[in-house]
């Protein structure tokens, strides 16, 4: 079994107003230094697969199809092998 790490961020050109919203709040609780904030998700997907290799392929489909939305979106997985 593996454990699937998917890290979805905007687009660098996409404009965040939610990373706009966290960054004016740190500014206003006294975190001056903070020069930018992105917002993301992080989603964790359980895999049966024979390989890591066929896990990895599996969660990048997934991805691609349902868990981000390519137009706006770009990702990044980790494939941890669980202990057994």
């Given at each position: 079994m593996y454990t699937g790490q998917v890290f979805v961020t905007l687009k660098k050109a996409v404009l965040d107003p939610q990373g706009d919203t966290v960054k004016r709040s740190l500014h206003t609780m006294g975190y001056p230094e903070v020069k930018d904030v992105r917002v993301g998700k992080y989603i964790e997907v359980k895999l049966d697969g024979a390989t890591r290799q066929e896990a990895e392929e599996r969660?990048?489909?997934?991805?691609r199809k349902l868990l981000a939305n390519p137009v706006i979106e770009e990702f990044h997985i980790e494939i941890v092998e669980d202990d057994q």
């Amino acid at each position: 079994m593996y454990t699937g790490q998917v890290f979805v961020t905007l687009k660098k050109a996409v404009l965040d107003p939610q990373g706009d919203t966290v960054k004016r709040s740190l500014h206003t609780m006294g975190y001056p230094e903070v020069k930018d904030v992105r917002v993301g998700k992080y989603i964790e997907v359980k895999l049966d697969g024979a390989t890591r290799q066929e896990a990895e392929e599996r969660l990048d489909e997934m991805c691609r199809k349902l868990l981000a939305n390519p137009v706006i979106e770009e990702f990044h997985i980790e494939i941890v092998e669980d202990d057994q």
